[in-house]
C-alpha cells in the first residue's frame, strides 16, 4: 500500500501583516515535518491574508522566488516534505501580479504553480494555464477557492491526467460562501478533493464558521473548523484513493 502523511493547514493569517504570517507558516511547516508529513498545503494567499490591499497595497509583491520564498525552498528541503503554498507574485515577463499556488517539492525545489483562473479581486490578473503538478508518483490538479465554483477547470485538470484535486482557499460562508461546490466537483471528475481553508476574519469577509474538508463521491469525510491556526494530518492511500484515518489528527498552534 503507497500511503502519504498530509497537512493541511487551516490557518489564521493577519491580513497585511507579511512577517507574522511568514512566521506562522514556518512554525507550521516545523511542527508538521516532526510528524512526518510528506505534503503540506497551505490556504490561498497564505502570506498576505485574502483581503490586503486596504492595508498594505501591491508594490511588496515580487518576483518568485524572493528572498522569503528562497529560505522557504531551504526549509522545505529540510523537512522532506512537499509543500503547496498560497503566494501572491508579480510575473517576470509582463509585471502583471497574481494569486498563485506554487508547489516545492522534498528537495527544496520548485517543480510547479498554478494561477488562479477565477479572478474575484482588483488587484490580480487571471491565469491562463491550468496543468496538473506531477509529483513523480501522483498528479495534483489544483483548484485555487472560486476555480472550485464551476466545473470547467477541474474537468480540464481531469482531463489533462489529474488523479487529485487540492483546494486551497479562503472562502468563508455568507452571501457568495461554498454550497456544495466542492462536492460537485469531486462527482464530475470522480476525484478526492483536500479542502485546505482557514479561519479568522479579514476586511469584509469572515472566516470563522470555514472548514477545511476532505471530501470523496460527493461526501464529507473529513471536516475542520476552529478559531485558532490547526495543523491537521490525515493519512491517504494512494493505491485506491481513500482515507485511512478516521479522523484528523489536530495540532493547534499558538
Not at 477541474?154 to 468563508?172: F, M, Q, R, Y
Request: neutral net charge.
Amino acid at each position: 500500500m503507497k500511503k502519504i502523511r498530509i497537512a493541511l493547514l487551516h490557518l489564521l493569517p493577519i491580513a497585511g501583516d507579511i512577517t507574522y504570517n511568514q512566521n506562522l507558516i514556518e512554525k507550521a511547516i516545523k511542527r508538521a515535518a516532526e510528524k512526518n508529513v510528506d505534503w503540506l498545503v497551505t490556504p490561498e494567499l497564505a502570506t498576505s491574508g485574502l483581503q490586503f490591499t486596504h492595508l498594505i497595497g501591491t508594490d511588496w509583491i515580487k518576483q518568485q522566488p524572493d528572498k522569503w520564498m528562497s529560505h522557504l525552498h531551504n526549509m522545505v528541503d529540510l523537512s522532506k516534505t512537499t509543500v503547496f503554498i498560497g503566494c501572491a507574485e508579480k510575473l517576470k515577463q509582463d509585471n502583471k501580479l497574481y494569486n498563485s499556488v506554487f508547489v516545492i517539492n522534498q528537495k527544496g525545489e520548485l517543480i510547479g504553480k498554478q494561477k488562479k483562473i477565477a479572478r474575484v479581486d482588483n488587484w490580480s490578473e487571471s491565469g491562463r494555464f491550468i496543468e496538473p503538478i506531477d509529483l513523480g508518483y501522483v498528479k495534483v490538479g489544483v483548484l485555487i477557492c472560486a476555480d472550485s465554483y464551476t466545473k470547467n477547470i477541474a474537468d480540464t485538470l481531469l482531463t489533462k491526467g489529474a488523479e487529485i484535486l487540492i483546494a486551497p482557499s479562503s472562502w468563508g460562508p455568507g452571501l457568495h460562501g461554498p454550497n456544495g461546490e466542492w462536492e460537485q466537483r469531486s462527482i464530475d471528475t470522480g476525484l478526492p478533493i483536500f479542502v485546505c481553508n482557514r479561519t479568522g476574519e479579514d476586511k469584509t469577509v469572515s472566516f470563522w464558521e470555514a472548514e477545511s474538508l476532505v471530501i470523496k463521491n460527493g461526501k464529507r469525510l473529513l471536516s475542520h473548523k476552529s478559531t485558532q491556526s490547526a495543523i491537521l494530518i490525515f493519512d491517504w492511500n494512494l493505491d485506491n484513493m481513500d482515507l485511512i484515518s478516521s479522523n484528523f489528527v489536530i495540532d493547534y498552534i499558538d
